[in-house]
């Protein structure tokens, strides 16, 4: 089993069935879904709430963070940002696949930001800036073959990034 990862960028948005499958298909990979909330919760619309709500019985914890896949926190930022890891599995997939039409309609007072999917050992499988319209996965060969055969047309929706 290959253990190298590679960056792989999203060159479109993944959007409804897309996004759907590629989430379920990644309960093999992940075992944490995370996002980040940079206000407080009462300020996240009725859906987000709902949602969290529903995500409630899966939290792992929360905590506020500074640095997040794909961001850092400049020092003295007013704001406070905080993570909250949720087990992800094949019940908590469900409640994700349906909240969102688009990876990055996760954006504050919508829905959290950034969402987020982590390995066991919390390293990355899939990060986002959703502001920027940037997401990318970090997968082995035999991953990335998983998620391919998985999620029809992923191949088309993804680059491996250039190392600079």
């Known amino acids: 089993m290959s253990s190298k990862r590679t960056t792989y960028d999203f060159l479109v948005e993944p ?7 590629l989430l379920r298909a990644s309960v093999e990979i992940a ?23 529903g995500l409630q019985p899966y939290l792992v914890r929360v905590e506020e963070v500074h640095a997040w896949p794909g961001s850092q926190l400049m020092p003295g930022h007013r704001f406070k940002h905080k993570q909250y890891l949720y087990r992800l599995d094949h019940e908590s997939v469900e409640l994700l696949a349906g909240a969102v ?3 990055f309609d996760w954006v ?4 959290p930001d950034d969402p987020h999917l982590l390995r066991a050992d919390e390293s990355v499988v899939m990060g986002s800036i959703t502001t920027e319209d ?31």
């Open 15 to 21: 959007r409804g069935e897309m996004l759907s499958a």
């Open 108 to 111: 504050n007072p919508d829905f």
């Open 101 to 103: 039409d688009g990876l």
């Open 134 to 164: 940037d997401a990318w996965l970090e997968l082995s060969e035999d991953e990335l073959i998983m998620l391919v055969d998985a999620v029809p047309g992923l191949e088309r929706l993804l680059q491996e990034r250039q190392q600079s």
């Open 31 to 53: 075992r944490f879904f995370g996002v980040i909330v940079a206000s407080q919760e009462d300020r996240l619309s009725y859906a987000a709430t709902r949602l969290m709500t």
